[in-house]
């Protein structure tokens, strides 16, 4: 994918995933960039962290009710 203007004011490229190389270039034909803003997004990082977080609640919880003592609690005087 190739893109390429002329325009001397700013200039605006939006990459969508699908076509994401993984290498951009950006050059001028007369060296003469002065300023040049990266923006990456990705908009799936905030399912993902809370699907993270309840598996991660989940196995907190799971692993305390295996280590939980599960002894039944017998009446004073009574034996085992």
Not at 20 to 45: C, G
Request: no cysteine; proline share 8%; aromatic share 4%.
């Amino acid at each position: 994918m190739a893109e390429e203007t002329s325009a001397p004011e700013k200039v605006t490229l939006t990459v969508s995933q699908e076509n994401a190389p993984e290498t951009v270039v950006v050059q001028s034909p007369d060296a003469d960039i002065t300023v040049l803003e990266v923006s990456l997004a990705r908009k799936t990082w905030f399912v993902e962290a809370v699907i993270g977080i309840l598996v991660g609640v989940f196995l907190v919880v799971a692993g305390v009710l295996l280590l939980w003592p599960r002894r039944p609690h017998l009446p004073e005087g009574a034996s085992a």
